[in-house]
């Protein structure tokens, strides 16, 4: 029997087989009785955990008292999303949260096949996830049909807005039929918002969430011994072992991140720089970049990366200590969100073990004390992540099997297998060789251990 009694009972199964065991409150908000099927304006962090929210209150709607979704056709749910990498971790969300529902969901977002998307779409879709231009292409060509639409919704609709999509929403939301239901999830509602909601929405429940409270729990902090002369290095097999989809590096100066930011750029990183002397214009840029994850690595003065907050941040590195125990946990706090865990590593050369001791100890945190990452460890770790790779996973397509089988054919699997390999291998930066430093052992604590 399910412990979550008020969710759809598939959808409760399967958030008990991803390991849930409660619920954040942003998702307890939208299950709330009062809310029933009304329409919702949301505001709830990136990080709350909204994407199982919004999906744990569509599915009342969706399958209208069914326990599962039968001959998909037109599409019954659509989420618009504000950028092609957000759309596709939705998709992925609720791939997941709906599998045992029989849910087939498309995507529809920039940069992406249109023809594979419009075949899809020609297949039947239960629920379609997308980005507002892309949508409206498929609308307007016919593609993407309407008509049995029983819920919409608007996904980081401030950012939507602010990144100038208001004509494709509005063009998006009178296409859909107007007995439907609208939940519009936002970080802020400035008036812009406001006016949104009122012009779509009927008789809308507004729901405050929180969900920042608990986020240092979801943290594991990492101490690394290295020698002065390794710190870089050590950093770039930190980032290799992780390879975290969001990363930041936090310097105290300006300098160091111009430094850091070139010596990345030369190792193949994908990175964008956050200091002082940039315009709120180049500032806008590079946190995009790291939204569509165009960039992965995101270099920081404290100063500079006030008030930013990047979905899928899994990995914190302080390359210098943090001055005071308030800076620690702010930086840190950036990770390990809406129940995902997050890693937050401390570069520590060898004078400088005590005192960072003892700002972990003012801080109230515990960290492990161990060695950074070897060269041997980062390779490894890249062969683990191509034997896990959920592309092995999935079937072959009617459109790859033709080009599948000349491959075969004409390599032979050991030759293919082996060119995959290698294209993997070569696409990552090589992890650098560090010197060996002697193991640590923080006051009453156990020897320290490598990270591996």
Aim: glycine share 8%; net charge negative.
């Amino acid at each position: 029997m399910s412990s979550f009694e008020t969710i759809v009972p598939a959808l409760a199964e399967a958030l008990e087989k991803r390991g849930y065991t409660a619920l954040t409150p942003v998702q307890q908000a939208v299950l709330a009785t009062e809310l029933g099927a009304a329409d919702a304006l949301v505001s709830a962090q990136t990080g709350s955990g909204k994407t199982v929210a919004f999906g744990l209150a569509l599915a009342p709607t969706l399958l209208g008292g069914a326990e599962r979704f039968t001959d998909a056709g037109a599409p019954l749910g659509l989420v618009v999303a504000p950028t092609r990498e957000l759309a596709l971790q939705v998709r992925r969300e609720l791939e997941w949260l709906y599998e045992l529902t029989g849910a087939q969901i498309a995507s529809c977002v920039g940069g992406m096949d249109m023809r594979s998307e419009r075949r899809a779409l020609e297949r039947g879709a239960d629920i379609v996830v997308g980005t507002p231009g892309r949508l409206r292409d498929h609308i307007t060509r016919g593609a993407l049909d309407m008509s049995a639409l029983r819920a919409v919704v608007l996904d980081e609709a401030d950012e939507m807005l602010d990144l100038g999509f208001r004509e494709d929403l509005e063009f998006i939301l009178d296409a859909a039929p107007a007995e439907r239901r609208t939940l519009m999830f936002s970080a802020t509602v400035p008036r812009s918002i406001a006016t949104l909601a009122k012009s779509y929405q009927r008789d809308a429940v507004r729901i405050s969430a929180g969900g920042e409270a608990k986020q240092h729990l979801d943290i594991e902090y990492r101490a690394l011994s290295v020698a002065p002369a390794d710190r870089e290095n050590a950093i770039i097999n930190v980032l290799r072992y992780y390879e975290a989809t969001n990363a930041m590096v936090f310097c105290n100066t300006r300098a160091a991140v111009n430094h850091l930011t070139a010596r990345f750029n030369n190792r193949n990183f994908a990175v964008v720089a956050l200091s002082g002397e940039l315009s709120q214009n180049e500032r806008s840029h590079a946190l995009q970049a790291m939204r569509d994850g165009r960039a992965k690595v995101c270099i920081a003065t404290d100063v500079a990366a006030r008030g930013i907050d990047l979905p899928n941040l899994d990995l914190v590195i302080h390359a210098d200590l943090p001055t005071n125990p308030e800076t620690l946990l702010h930086r840190s706090g950036r990770t390990g969100r809406a129940g995902r865990k997050g890693v937050s590593a401390l570069i520590v050369p060898n004078n400088a073990r005590r005192r960072t001791e003892r700002l972990l100890n003012n801080a109230g945190l515990t960290a492990t004390w161990a060695s950074p990452p070897s060269a041997d460890e980062v390779l490894r770790r890249d062969d683990e992540r191509i034997l896990a790779d959920p592309a092995f996973g999935e079937p072959v397509s009617d459109d790859e099997r033709g080009f599948v089988e000349t491959l075969l054919e004409r390599h032979g699997a050991e030759r293919v297998a082996a060119a995959f390999v290698r294209l993997c291998r070569g696409s990552r930066s090589a992890p650098e060789d560090l010197l060996d430093v002697a193991p640590f052992t923080p006051t009453g604590d156990r020897p320290a251990r490598r990270l591996g």
